[in-house]
């Protein structure tokens, strides 16, 4: 019971101001006010502000003493609770050589535990032992080119293979969840973080504590080989025969030429393929540990009874030192940098200017940029490309590509429209991005997109996991979830003169990446 996303255009950080939103709109449900009788204005101190600041006395946090951050939100509506487990490690904290490991690990987080997912841990360790030993063995026959060998050693490894599978109770974790009520069992791996939700019944609290602890407290990585083969096709699937995803992997790694955002999140075909088992249990060692993880709870809790579960249960986790981040820095760019990929498609095109991280404070500015380029119907992008020139079936622009933890890209893509040339798509994009440097945006317009966030709030996101999810993520990313309501502020506060002044700094041609997706010739 388990999926990883893809890599790419990750759901909650488009979808982030949608999510600030969700803060003010959510508590005038909870209180019981009408959302369309609720004060319309958005000035950051006046009608607003009360809401907000009750939303925060709704939430408490505390640590336990080994590092493990835990926060939580009191919603009594619905005998519900929703819970995150936020792992501050993505792609960009992987080895090199070992790519893919964070998501191979998410997989593997579903497989059980010494207790969960086996009908005898003791003899079927001794065979995952074996079958690591008999791997290593098979790699070095391969290296060899001992075929003798390397026949014998495969042999053999099928048949440890098919033993081990006899103690392993298929799905256990997931069949758990799901008889006690459970919904939405899932997980997400991206360039930044991996997480896992899912959501109980109020009276489940307790379950979720002893599940979720003693899955990231001794978990047991079996069927290791058998999910390689799943995840390797899961890549021939996303990328190696899927243009699109071919065309992001080949972008992203001729738009950055040193930071691991260049990496594609599921990894390299070669890299995978190495993974041991020991790799994955180092990998888990070294970014798992509780003063990595930030534990977000939203629903129908007592906080009290919630710290004293988290101490009798997550309080068995041993300290660790802090992972280190990520030290590379990836240059200024200099020039246009170019990419074409051949593959059968409808043409393609993209633009992508590097911009920094989400602690930024233009950050915010960006996020605007990217909705009146892309935010509908009504953007930029759709009016002029798809509907006045008509050089484009659909055209969308958007930030924090492929995550925002670290300096990243605001990319800006479309689709050609049959009998149109990618030449001509790119200048009329270009176009519509020279205008935002050269043309101040009317108030008008401004104030119709963030009136358009806030719509897209109360259809995408009135729920207890998405405010898990947002409050963990700003934890983790920038060190208080409190910074989701400063951002709230500095939205209602951006002007069309703010977004003139980040289009001229960032719209440049030195910091430009461009990628062609083109049928072959």
């Known amino acids: 019971m388990r999926s990883s996303k893809l890599n790419r255009f990750a759901v909650f950080s488009k979808q982030r101001w949608i999510v600030l939103f969700a803060i003010a709109v959510l508590w005038w449900n909870y209180s019981g006010l009408s959302v369309l009788a609720a004060p ?15 939303v925060k006395s709704q939430i408490t946090e505390f640590t336990l003493d080994n590092g493990l951050k835990f926060i939580v939100l009191e919603n009594h509506e619905a005998p519900v609770i929703s819970f995150v487990t936020y792992a501050n490690v993505g792609g960009v904290d992987e080895p090199d050589g070992q790519t893919g490991v964070a998501h191979f690990l998410e997989h593997l987080a579903f497989k059980g535990t010494k207790r969960i997912g086996t009908t005898n841990y003791r003899a079927e360790a001794k065979l995952l032992d074996q079958l690591d030993a008999l791997f290593a063995q098979i790699k070095q026959a391969r290296e060899s080119q001992d075929e003798a060998k390397l026949a014998q050693l495969t042999e053999e490894f099928v048949a440890t293979q098919s033993a081990a599978s006899k103690y392993v109770e298929q799905n256990k974790y997931g069949e758990i969840v799901d008889t006690a009520g459970g919904v939405g069992l899932n997980a997400a791996t991206s360039a930044d973080y991996t ?17 979720e602890s003693e899955r990231f407290l001794e978990p047991v990585f079996r069927e290791f080989y058998a999910e390689k083969q799943v995840i390797l096709e899961e890549r021939r699937l996303r990328t190696d025969n899927s243009p699109i995803g071919k065309m992001i992997e080949e972008f992203l790694d001729t738009a950055y030429t040193t930071h691991p955002y260049k990496r594609p999140v599921i990894g390299y075909a070669e890299d995978i393929n190495n993974l041991t088992r020991d790799n994955v249990k180092q990998f888990f060692q ?39 981040a990520v030290a590379k820095v990836e240059p200024p760019q200099a020039e246009t940098r170019e990419v074409t990929v051949n593959f059968p498609s409808q043409p393609w095109y993209l633009e992508g200017y590097h911009i920094p991280s989400l602690s930024h404070p233009d950050y915010p500015v960006y996020e605007v940029i990217s909705q009146l380029l892309s935010s509908g119907r009504t953007s930029r992008l759709y009016q002029s490309l ?43 994009m270009r176009a519509e991005i020279e205008r935002l440097k050269t043309e101040p945006v009317q108030p008008m317009e401004l104030e119709r997109v963030k009136t358009q966030l806030k719509a897209g709030l109360l259809r995408t996101l009135d729920s207890n996991m998405g405010m898990a999810q947002i409050l963990a ?6 060190g208080s979830w409190r910074n989701i309501f400063e951002e709230l502020v500095k939205l209602a506060t951006i002007t069309p003169e703010d977004i003139q002044r980040v289009a001229q700094q960032t719209f440049t041609a030195e910091n430009r990446t461009i990628g062609r997706l083109l049928p072959p010739s």
């Open 286 to 324: 070294t970014y798992y540990a509780p003063n990595n993880l930030t534990m977000a709870i939203a629903g129908d809790v007592d906080p009290q009874e919630v710290k004293q579960l988290a101490q009798t249960y997550f309080g068995r986790f041993q300290s660790q030192p802090q992972p280190s």
């Open 195 to 211: 997480n896992y939700f899912y959501s109980f019944p109020a009276n489940k609290l307790e379950l979720w504590m002893s599940l």
């Open 40 to 54: 319309q204005n958005t000035q950051p101190n006046t009608a607003i502000q009360p809401y907000l600041e009750r």
């Open 386 to 428: 798809v509907e006045e020139k008509q050089v484009a079936l659909s055209a969308q622009g958007f930030s924090g590509f492929p995550g925002d933890k670290y300096p990243n890209l605001m990319l800006v893509y479309a689709l050609t429209s049959p009998g149109t040339s990618i030449d001509q798509l790119a200048t009329a």
């Open 473 to 478: 993520e700003y934890e983790a990313k920038t």
